[in-house]
């Protein structure tokens, strides 16, 4: 099956400008994370979305950041301004998930890495 | 706040060398446990997970991860790493009936041939 697609792989812009990330998850994959990773850490969850209602977004700074999946497949991530520190990998993952009672596995894009100069 | 802890940031062994890295978690209810694996220029894939049964869990390339509830540990270990297995590894927890997702800030693993 294919895998987690996101784009563009690498971007680089200045600082106060604005970009936008795309995913698009596994066929029939009703979870979908975005997530931050900085150099030397872990990937911070900043939103994650049950089909296309948002079921946490508590670590997605929304003064500067916004997300959508409108038809409940793929997504789009939004940072508008920029800032130097939101120099990053961005990950996208999904998983089958129907339900909070139900576990299983996320699988993971390959990431966009954003410079911010 | 629920965090996960990955105590060694890099590690440096060689070939046939044992391996254990170390994760704990604070979180006092049940959770779900993921150790996750980034090979250089690949991205992150599944190495093995714990929802319940045996606490001893086998995942893929002979790596094995144990759950110790009473240390809200969850330690990866392989008997003899390969140069292959140079990678950086993910420790990840989920308390049961959340959809929250957290990971610890990995463990870069370097295997000298």
């Known amino acids: 099956e294919a895998g987690v697609a996101q784009s563009p792989r690498y971007k680089i812009i200045e600082k106060r400008q604005s970009v936008a990330f795309w995913c698009n998850p596994i066929?029939?994959?009703?979870?979908l994370y975005w997530y931050q990773q900085i150099l030397g850490q872990g990937p911070k969850l900043l939103i994650q979305f049950q089909n296309n209602g948002v079921v946490d977004d508590s670590q997605l700074p929304k003064d500067r950041f916004s997300a959508e999946r409108l038809k409940g497949v793929d997504s789009t991530l939004k940072i508008q301004p920029a800032k130097l520190e939101d120099s990053a990998v961005y990950l996208c993952?999904?998983?089958?998930?129907?339900?909070?009672?139900?576990?299983?596995?996320?699988?993971f894009g390959p990431g966009t890495r954003l410079t911010v100069l | 706040a629920q965090s996960v802890s990955q105590h060694n940031h890099h590690v440096i062994l060689s070939e046939a060398a044992s391996l254990e890295l170390g994760c704990n978690y604070s979180?006092?209810?049940?959770?779900?446990l993921f150790w996750y694996v980034q090979y250089p220029g690949q991205h992150l894939q599944l190495l093995l997970k714990y929802f319940s049964g045996d606490p001893l869990v086998k995942g893929i390339k002979g790596f094995e991860a144990e759950f110790i509830k009473s240390k809200f540990s969850f330690n990866l270990r392989k008997p003899s790493v390969q140069w292959s297995d140079t990678a950086e590894y993910f420790c990840a927890v989920t308390p049961s009936g959340t959809y929250k997702y957290i990971f610890g800030t990995g463990t870069r693993l370097k295997v000298l041939a």
């Open positions: 979180y006092g209810g049940t959770v779900n």
């Open positions: 066929s029939g994959h009703a979870t």
């Open positions: 993952a999904s998983s089958f998930r129907r339900t909070v009672a139900s576990t299983d596995t996320q699988y």
